[in-house]
């Protein structure tokens, strides 16, 4: 991949030394500057032209968000946000996930250095995916923003006895939140299991529940699957498909994390194999690794109709790739068409074959 330039910008002098640090030791990383503010920032993504910026959220001089709207607009480039675990952290990050950041960390709440440590290996991670992500030009979304949305017809649906799955972890939370805002009030039931930290999943259903005609909740045990409803994986929790008699419901586990991720949209999509078998459609959206793919191959082994995104319309290609070279997708679809299939493809029960 050769060395990633990376930019770090932080009021905080401990957490720029930190990143420099951390980051180093990533052979494909360099670290080739750091900014206390936005104004030095600019200068020095002029100066240095980094390929990745990491930008805490809460500065002084300009806040974090109004920096990056003014980049996208400007000089639209890949940004992880360093971000807190408050409320006010999670609504500035998700905000900042719609301006077009490509994805966030979060800082320790306690003890910095041992706990910067402890999300090292994530940030390399994340800085890598975002080295090879697709960032949007911010402007060009501004300018469809003014177009109303073309809702879905409730005709599209044949049968309400089926389950979606919906699975994505980077560039997912606008991708999931594109699906679900067009969906018709008597959709299908839908899971979600999106990678993000706990306290983020809440305020991120509870922003996905304001913009849709679906009620969308974060997932607590036991919750029953109903049409016209979406679960989303609370973080730090696997939620699975579990049915008694004609019920369908959820349970929600801190089982260990598999593919290193807790919720982990393989463990989503082979309940919901078990469970649901051909009554099902799967959908795996934008997202860096391979969590999903196994799950999605159970899937459409069992007959469920099985969907993933493409590479033109994802941020990261890395979850829909690895699902179509196991041969587990039905389809390929740009993002802007997956609702319309989800709910064409709703599986007909007296049908044979679920594709």
């Known amino acids: 991949m050769g060395n990633i330039r990376v930019l770090t910008v932080d009021d905080s002098a401990l957490m720029?030394?930190?990143?420099?640090?951390?980051?180093s030791r990533d052979a494909d990383i360099e670290v080739v500057g750091a900014a206390p503010d936005p104004y030095i920032a600019r200068e020095k993504i002029k100066a240095l032209d980094p390929d990745v910026l990491?930008?805490?959220?809460?500065?002084?001089?300009?806040?974090?968000l109004t920096f990056l709207e003014k980049l996208m607009r400007g000089h639209p480039m890949?940004?992880?946000?360093?971000?807190?675990?408050?409320?006010?952290g999670c609504e500035t990050t998700l905000r900042a996930?719609?301006?077009?950041a490509v994805d966030f960390i979060t800082k320790p709440k306690i003890d910095l250095r041992e706990g910067m440590e402890d999300v090292a290996q994530d940030l390399i991670a994340k800085i890598k995916a975002a080295a090879r992500a697709t960032v949007r030009p911010r402007q060009a979304a501004a300018s469809n923003e003014p177009m109303p949305r073309k809702l879905l017809e409730s005709a599209m649906i044949k049968t309400t006895d089926t389950i979606i799955a919906i699975g994505s972890s980077t560039g997912g939370t606008e991708a999931v939140k594109e699906v679900l805002e067009v969906l018709p009030a008597n959709t299908p039931p839908i899971l979600i299991t999106q990678h993000m930290p706990e306290r983020f999943t809440k305020t991120w259903a509870d922003r996905l529940n304001s913009l849709s005609r679906i009620s969308v909740k974060e997932a607590q045990d036991g919750d029953s699957v109903l049409p016209g409803h979406a679960l989303v994986a609370p973080g730090s929790y696997h939620m699975t498909l579990v049915r008694s008699g004609a019920r369908y419901s959820v349970k929600i586990n801190q089982d260990p994390p598999v593919n290193r991720h807790r919720p982990s949209v393989d463990v989503m999509f082979d309940s919901v194999a078990r469970v649901a078998g051909r009554n099902a459609v799967g959908v795996i959206l934008t997202g860096m690794g391979g969590d999903g793919a196994k799950g999605m191959l159970a899937m459409k082994q069992v007959g469920a109709h099985t969907i993933a995104q493409d590479e033109a319309s994802c941020v990261v290609f890395g979850m829909p790739k690895e699902a179509i070279k196991l041969g587990a997708v039905d389809k390929v679809l740009p993002l802007s068409a997956i609702a319309a299939s989800m709910l064409v493809r709703v599986s007909d029960p007296s049908q044979n074959g679920g594709s």
Do not use: C, N, W
């Open 16 to 23: 720029r030394q930190l990143l420099a640090s951390l980051l």
């Open 54 to 64: 990491t930008l805490d959220v809460e500065m002084p001089k300009m806040d974090g």
């Open 78 to 88: 890949p940004v992880v946000m360093v971000s807190s675990l408050t409320e006010a």
């Open 97 to 100: 996930l719609e301006l077009g």
